[in-house]
C-alpha cells in the first residue's frame, strides 16, 4: 500500500522509550518535538547501497539520502510503510 502523505495526515507518535502515545499530523510532528518513526529504503547492487543526490528543492538539495524516505501512515507498519 503506496501512501503519500500529505501536512494534514495523522502519523503515530511515541514517548522517550517508544511507547505509542498518539498521533498527531505529519506538520506537527516537524514544528514540535513529538518522537515518531520514519522509513528508508536502501537499493543494493553487488558493490553495496546505491544512494541518490536530492534535486534542488525541499530539504537538504544536493545531499545524498536513501532511495525512499517517508513516515508511516498512523496505524500503518513499518513494512506497510516501506512498501
Known amino acids: 500500500m503506496v501512501n ?3 501536512e ?3 502519523i503515530d507518535i511515541y514517548d522517550e ?3 505509542h502515545i498518539g498521533m498527531a499530523h505529519k506538520k506537527e510532528v516537524h514544528t514540535k518535538p ?3 518513526k520514519n522509513v528508508h529504503v536502501y537499493v543494493l547492487n553487488d ?6 543526490q536530492r534535486a534542488n528543492k525541499g530539504q ?3 545531499h545524498w539520502d536513501t532511495a ?4 508511516p501512515t498512523a496505524g ?3 513494512n506497510e510503510a516501506a512498501q
Open 76 to 78: 500503518d507498519t513499518m
Open 34 to 36: 513529538h518522537w515518531h
Open 60 to 62: 537538504f538539495p544536493f
Open 68 to 71: 525512499v524516505v517517508g513516515h
Open 17 to 19: 522509550n517508544m511507547n
Open 47 to 52: 558493490r553495496g547501497v546505491l544512494l541518490q
Open 4 to 6: 503519500i502523505l500529505h
Open 8 to 10: 494534514n495526515e495523522m
